[in-house]
């Protein structure tokens, strides 16, 4: 589980994608993006949130996030990008 | 300074004779002249002799309790000599029988009016000492103490040898009055001696101390200083300024207060608390008029009373020379302020002047910023100086002379080597010698330089330019000390000046290709007008990803396309272009708005780089009966806002997949009727998040803004939108922010209906 807080924009969006190649996540059966702290998100955030998707997809690992800030819960929909995504209220979910 | 000696009391004993009186009044001026108590002591035994006593002698008590002579006098010299030699053999045994010895125990004056040999022998300390006493015939005697309060000192012995006269009650009153007044002189030579340790301990003190102390009288006369205080106030010794006369040494300075403003000596708080005032500390600049050198000194006072009167008698100032703080403190809020105005403004040439007056009149008289422009050629782009005349007259020289970069001196020396330079004492000699140039010395002469210092703007491989300081009017002089700062503030101005270059060339590179990606103009919309706003994200100045296009298709259907491709930069633009084009191209071919959307997504997929994604908000306008009829489609973009005429807002639209990325896409299309006076609204989401994470416009921010939608014309809308945008994200946006708006006139589709006809 990889946790995000502040934002995840143009400014940081590199930080996430090499954390998304780090051999640790890499391994892992499944890959779970927490963003409960993670208050803003923009149109490039996003596309690095879809291309770990698409990452961990192509490496056979499961794949979820869970529930953000408003604004980042409101692109997510906008976009209707949470209809492609796992996405858990709470990684407690995980144990069920 | 003071010493609180006390004065001999009134006299209480009557003596019985002039004589006596004489004696007193002798002693009394006898004590009062000396302040050494074994001289004293030795006078006052000569004064009895012959008038009172054949022979006097003044013991004292030592610390130790041990009895010493220290005054022997007599009619006969050799006698006196023999007491001595012989006392200091024998000294008297403080415990034993001899009258001085009991008298200095008891603190009770002994009348012996005749010694008989049995009672000389009963006291003498020894058999030579009883030998001498009886051989010069010790025949009458007084022994009076020297008492000063509770104490007893020592002993005062009068005797009379051979058969003169005994001594009776009245010679006992007079002796023992004497006795007191001696002890009185011997107490107050013992106060003045410990008060004369402290005041030479204390003195120690201060003449070694650091910071300078001065003590000044009611007179305003200093009666002290040490050498600090002479450093000070440039003086060579303490006593150069201790033998001044009052009011000579501070017209030597000029003083100001913290802001400036030249200070009253009367402000000082010295002088405030001879005038009964209580002044705090003071900070003052103080600058020395020959040199120009500038201090800044802490103040303090404080006051020695006469302890009887409660007068001040003096006041003890306490100047602390905290310069190098201060300077420090200064250079720091100086350079924070050069840096805030050199991050303010990519203008730099407007920075520059701005630093320019920032630096007069805080370090100097006149500042002028020298740049190397791109031919080579040093340019002067800002000049600034305290009396307006004389800036005229700056500018006209450094318009006329434009100094060659490789002149040996002054600014092109500095831009070539890299490195500082100070001229301090600037003479018109020196001024000769130092400026080849004959326009430089007239300029450095017009301006009545006295200081100059040229710091270097360098770069990140080069100096790029220089900036020259000169102090001419002011007392306060450039030195060494002020060079520090100006190499800093060089420093800084070169790397703001340089990245202000850098992204100025950035800037125009990215505004020209962001304005081919945009359409150049906006077409005439029948029956509606239409505007649009773009402000790219100003920080990261490269291409943005937003764009918008307005085309007309299919006869008289209109397209409102608005979009966000994430990501800057050249592969945003491209895919800006693509985007763009292929919603035309498919819109030309006859699809709907969904199809369109499917279409732009297939060829993003197509892209070679991968995943490239994008958000549009497409609406297809087309004529109605009474009204527009508006199809809103949506593919991860925000809805469209339609505002009514009182300013109520509906949002149109329902979410659809943005594109690119996620397959299958879901897209649908809605449909809205726009009526004449309604404005729509399309955005991207650059406009409600300008300004986070604090103070962002919000959703709600652009709802409140369309309120007033219905009393401004579309263009006022979006300028305000647009201002409230960069307003709360500080005319820094993070984020490139689209609007594009149309409205719809009143009379307007019948008349275009029919000029649409007639285009037919």
């Known amino acids: ?96 | 300074m003071a010493s609180s000696t006390r004065e001999p009391t009134s006299v209480n004993a009557q003596p019985t004779s002039s004589a006596a009186m004489d004696l007193l009044v002798e002693a009394g001026a006898v004590l009062a002249t000396s302040l050494d108590p074994a001289t004293t002591m030795g006078q006052v035994a000569r004064l009895t002799v012959p008038r009172l006593a054949d022979l006097c002698v003044i013991d004292l008590r030592n610390d130790d309790g041990s009895i010493r002579d220290v005054a022997v006098a007599a009619a006969d010299t050799g006698i006196a000599r023999e007491l001595e030699d012989l006392r200091a053999r024998y000294p008297l045994d403080p415990r034993g029988e001899h009258p001085v010895a009991r008298v200095i125990r008891t603190g009770e004056p002994q009348l012996l009016p005749t010694m008989t040999s049995e009672l000389l022998r009963s006291f003498a300390q020894g058999s030579e000492h009883a030998r001498f006493m009886i051989e010069h015939d010790y025949h009458s005697a007084v022994v009076a103490p020297l008492s000063a309060g509770e104490r007893t000192l020592g002993a005062l012995s009068v005797l009379r040898l051979g058969d003169g006269e005994l001594y009776r009650n009245d010679d006992l009153e007079l002796v023992c009055e004497l006795a007191r007044r001696a002890a009185l002189a011997i107490d107050n030579a013992r106060l003045y001696s410990e008060v004369r340790d402290v005041e030479q301990r204390l003195a120690a003190i201060l003449v070694n101390l650091a910071e300078a102390i001065t003590v000044m009288d009611e007179r305003g006369r200093l009666v002290f200083a040490n050498q600090a205080a002479a450093d000070l106030l440039g003086a060579a010794n303490p006593a150069e300024l201790t033998s001044a006369v009052p009011g000579t040494i501070m017209p030597r300075f000029l003083v100001l207060d913290e802001s400036g403003r030249e200070l009253d000596l009367e402000a000082m708080p010295g002088r405030r608390l001879f005038k009964g005032e209580q002044p705090t500390p003071l900070l003052v600049r103080n600058i020395v008029r020959a040199t120009g050198e500038e201090r800044w000194l802490n103040v303090r006072s404080s006051t020695v009373t006469d302890p009887d009167s409660e007068r001040i008698l003096y006041v003890v100032s306490v100047f602390e020379n905290i310069t190098e703080v201060k300077r420090a403190q200064l250079a720091e809020s100086f350079l924070a302020e050069a840096s805030r105005l050199l991050a303010a403004s990519m203008d730099y040439s407007e920075t520059l002047q701005r630093v320019a007056q920032l630096a007069v009149p805080q370090l100097a008289d006149w500042c002028a910023v020298d740049l190397v422009n791109d031919r080579g050629e040093i340019e002067r782009v800002a000049v600034h100086h305290t009396d307006p005349v004389r800036l005229a007259l700056a500018e006209r020289l450094s318009r006329t002379h434009r100094p060659a970069l490789d002149e040996p001196t002054g600014v092109p020396e500095v831009i070539r080597t890299g490195r500082a330079r100070i001229f301090t004492d600037l003479e018109p000699e020196t001024l000769a010698a130092s400026a080849r140039d004959t326009e430089d010395v007239e300029l450095l002469r017009a301006i009545r330089a006295t200081a100059v210092i040229i710091v270097p703007m360098a770069g990140a491989s080069r100096t790029i330019g220089a900036i020259t300081l000169v102090s001419s009017d002011s007392v306060r002089r450039l030195s060494r000390a002020d060079l520090a700062l100006a190499e800093r503030l060089g420093r800084r101005a070169g790397t703001a000046v340089e990245s202000a270059r850098i992204y100025t060339e950035r800037t125009q590179i990215a505004h020209t290709l962001q304005r081919a990606l945009l359409p150049e103009s906006l077409p005439d919309i029948p029956g509606g007008e239409i505007a649009a706003k773009y402000s790219p994200a100003g920080e990261l100045n490269d291409v943005g990803g937003d764009f918008y296009d307005v085309f007309g298709y299919d006869g008289d259907r209109w397209m409102l396309v608005i979009g966000d491709v994430c990501g800057k930069g050249a592969r945003a633009a491209g895919v800006t272009a693509l985007a763009r084009h292929t919603l035309r191209a498919a819109a030309m071919s006859g699809q709907s708005p969904a199809e369109m959307l499917a279409t732009l997504h297939e060829a993003l997929r197509r892209q070679p780089m991968g995943a490239d994604l994008c958000t549009v908000c497409l609406v297809a306008i087309e004529r109605a009966s009474e009204h527009r009829r508006l199809t809103v489609t949506l593919a991860g973009h925000q809805p469209p806002l339609l505002i009514g005429p009182s300013g109520e807002t509906t949002q149109i639209g329902k979410p659809g997949t943005l594109l690119g990325v996620v397959d299958p896409i879901d897209i649908s299309e809605s449909q809205a009727e726009m009526h004449a006076g309604q404005t729509l609204l399309l955005y991207t989401d650059g406009v409600p998040e300008a300004g986070r994470p604090s103070g962002q416009l919000g959703e709600q921010g652009l709802l409140e803004l369309c309120r007033h939608a219905p009393r401004l014309t579309l263009s006022d809308l979006l300028e305000q939108i647009e201002r409230a945008a960069l307003q709360s994200a500080a005319g820094r946006l993070r984020d490139d922010i689209a609007l594009l708006a149309l409205r719809l006139t009143d009379h307007g589709p019948s008349r275009h209906q029919s000029r649409s006809e007639l285009v037919r």
Do not use: K, N, Y
């Open chain 1, 1 to 96: 589980m990889l946790s995000l807080s502040g934002e995840l924009d143009l400014a940081s969006a590199p930080i996430l994608e090499s954390e998304i190649e780090s051999s640790d996540l890499a391994a892992a059966a499944m890959v779970v993006l927490d963003l409960r702290e993670l208050s803003f998100i923009d149109s490039t955030g996003l596309r690095v949130l879809l291309a770990a998707h698409e990452r961990s997809t192509e490496r056979g690992q499961q794949f979820a996030l869970t529930q953000g800030s408003e604004q980042v819960q409101r692109l997510l929909s906008i976009t209707r990008v949470s209809e492609h995504l796992r996405i858990m209220a709470s990684p407690d979910e995980l144990l069920v």
